[in-house]
Every structure is written in C-alpha cells, then in structure tokens.
C-alpha cells in the first residue's frame, strides 16, 4: 500500500513542481516524498522509476498527439536518425525515471534503517 501511495504522490508532486518548476523539479518530488514514507532503498528507487517514467510518458505522449507527432517526428529525425516518435517519447520516460528514481533512492538511503537483528 506504501508503495502505491508512493507512487501516486510522487507523480502528482512532480506534475504540480513541474508547473512551477524546471524539469529537475521531479527529483525534488521523488526525493521529498520518498523521505516521507520511508520504504526499502529497492522499493524507493522502483516507485521512484515508475512515477516519473509514467508522468514524463504521459506528458510527453500528451504533448506529441496536441503537435500531430510534428516535433516528435522531426526529433526523432534529428537525434535518433529514425522517423519514430514514439522511441523518442520511451527514452525521455526512461531517462525521466533515472532520475527520480536515484532521487528517491538518495533518499531511502538516507533515511531507511535495517531491521535490528535477534540473537
């Protein structure tokens, strides 16, 4: 359950920072919420990931289907040498959740304890 609620509020946390916000905001997200529900570092960095991951994904396919995959295509173009928007939008997701997910394992770290042992 913890992880879920992680999820969902470090995806919306990150949509209302990146408002206001440079792209980094996602980390700040990731980093505060991951601080406020502590969770294991490998279940912090997982819904780290897979909050920005699906958050830049979306946006990102949002932004693509307004433009009629004009930018995307001529992007695509451009960097990856292929007219295939939707490789670029994938590899912005994926990049997106790098970064929130070593945000929030950053801070799993920082504040995640081990369990003491029982003799």
Request: hydrophobic share 60%.
């Amino acid at each position: 359950m913890r992880f879920i609620l992680s999820l969902l509020l470090t995806a919306v946390l990150g949509y209302i920072l990146g408002i206001f916000l440079d792209w980094w905001s996602v980390a700040l997200a990731a980093f505060v919420i991951a601080l406020l529900y502590p969770q294991p570092p490998g279940k912090a960095f997982l819904s780290g990931f897979l909050a920005v991951f699906l958050l830049w994904g979306a946006l990102a396919t949002v932004m693509d289907i307004r433009n009629g995959h004009i930018l995307a295509t001529r992007m695509a173009n451009l960097i990856l040498q292929s007219p295939s928007p939707g490789l670029l939008i994938v590899i912005t997701a994926v990049l997106g959740g790098i970064v929130g997910a070593l945000s929030a394992l950053s801070a799993a770290v920082l504040r995640y304890r081990k369990p003491a042992r029982r003799a």
